[in-house]
């Protein structure tokens, strides 16, 4: 992946389980208020945060039922509780992917209340990026802010899922009409972290809302928060082999004469006896956004900002590859061939070899990176297994200063780079058969 002044050039079906209908808050008189029972839902911290001084009353358990405070209060209650499925209140209903033979992902479904289903559009609603963090560095709260263009949109709902999918207590709504009732940010807090810590993909969903609190659009936010980053040229056992970050290193920009930064990272995997493939490779995935969230993939290469998916991930490969396998490319003569300086292809079983990526990018913009790379089986009767996947990534600010993100390792791919996997196949239908690229093959656990 390298990246230029006027442009970056990179190298370096869906299952929709039943939606769980939330609990009916009944209604009777002498029953909870809406706002304690939102206490129970989301905590009264959350509580105290984002709902209007007008709303919280000092006599809440005696107040008359009815009146125009407690009305309004409970209209959030009862949106909150129907489009977003509180855990307290049921579970978040979620996507089930079914990605080949039988690897099941969960993502949250699309928001819906009401017939109405929001959509995930990046020209009317980012979230802030978040670089993958050490737990132990996030020491502060930082908000997070979201950015919504849609006129449609009055008041907005923020959810945080761990990586066991399950929708975290911080989550809460704003009140339409009040100040900041859609600029209110989500404050990423250590707290969040202080009990029953879940290393691996958090994922932070904004849903705008329109006056009838319908969901009209939505933005996601997927970050690692991990426990330990990996020690480059430090082998970590895996399931099915060895992986090693033999490189990982950055060299800022200085200016006049070095106006761009740059990276040089180097990814090898030594499958174990039990893989049975003579041909493992590596397919990778990138993310690049500035810092509100913004998709800049349009300034790698049209190819990949045409086959990004809605939150701005696509299969990471120059203009006009042959294939999303990394390595693969074509000598002058136009031979499709596996590029050496990219890295090599390796072999599982009784006389293993590494498979290895070789990912130097440059730039000498803003910019937040992330990539995830899969070692997969590229041919042969276990085409598509899948031994495990490594991310990584940097932020880069304005003086061209870059910091590397903490790596982790995980068993099989994220379901943003499975999104990404499939856009690749859509893309690659609307290229002309003579220059059409391989497909992506579905992926499969071994």
Not at 140 to 154: L, N, T
Not at 369 to 395: D, F, H, M
Not at 407 to 414: A, E
């Amino acid at each position: 992946m390298k990246y230029r002044e006027a442009s970056q050039t990179h190298q370096g079906d869906h299952q929709i389980s039943p939606r769980i209908p939330a609990q009916p808050l009944e209604r009777t008189c002498g029953a909870i208020h809406p706002i304690l029972r939102l206490q129970q839902m989301i905590g009264n911290q959350a509580v105290q945060r984002f709902l209007p001084a007008h709303l919280v009353q000092a006599k809440l358990a005696v107040n008359e039922p009815g009146n125009q405070y407690e009305r309004e209060a409970e209209r959030v209650v009862e949106q909150m509780v129907q489009m977003s499925n509180f855990p307290t209140i049921g579970g978040a209903a979620a996507i089930r992917r079914t990605v080949s033979s039988g690897i099941i992902q969960r993502t949250p479904a699309p928001p819906s209340l009401d017939g109405v289903t929001g959509t995930r559009d990046m020209s009317k609603i980012t979230i802030d990026a978040i670089a993958d963090f050490l737990q132990g560095s996030l020491t502060a709260s930082r908000d997070i802010y979201a950015h919504i263009s849609d006129p449609a949109v009055v008041h907005m709902t923020w959810e945080l899922y761990d990586p066991s999918d399950h929708m975290m207590s911080g989550s809460f709504s704003t009140i339409p009409g009040t100040p900041k009732s859609t600029t209110t940010p989500f404050p990423l807090d250590p707290s969040l972290y202080k009990t029953d810590f879940k290393e691996g993909k958090y994922l932070l969903r904004c849903i705008g809302l329109n006056a009838k609190h319908q969901p009209v659009v939505y933005a996601d936010r997927d970050f690692n928060t991990l426990k330990s980053d990996l020690t480059t040229s430090t082998a970590l056992a895996t399931t099915y082999g060895d992986l090693t970050f033999t490189r990982y290193t950055k060299t800022d920009a200085s200016p006049p004469a070095s106006p761009s930064y740059s990276l040089d990272v180097e990814l090898s995997f030594l499958p174990n006896a039990t893989v049975a493939c003579n041909d493992v490779v590596f397919m990778q995935t990138v993310q690049s956004i500035d810092n509100q969230g913004r998709s800049l993939q349009h300034t790698a290469n049209a190819e990949v900002d045409a086959r990004k998916t809605p939150v701005a991930w696509s299969i990471d490969r120059i203009a006009g590859a042959p294939s999303p396998i990394y390595i693969m490319g074509r000598d002058p003569k136009g031979k499709v061939i596996d590029v050496p300086s990219w890295g090599r292809a390796g072999r599982g079983g009784a006389k293993p070899r590494e498979a290895t990526l070789s990912d130097k990018p440059s730039w000498n913009q803003i910019n937040n990176l992330k990539i995830e790379s899969c070692a997969i089986c590229r041919s042969g009767a276990n085409k598509g297994q899948v031994y495990g996947c490594a991310t990584w990534g940097y932020t880069a600010d304005a003086a061209g200063k870059v910091t590397l993100m903490p790596r982790s390792f995980r068993q099989m791919p994220s379901d943003q780079f499975e999104e990404a996997r499939a856009a690749w196949n859509t893309w690659r239908a609307s290229v002309s058969v003579a220059k059409r690229p391989a497909e992506a093959p579905a992926l499969t656990s071994p």
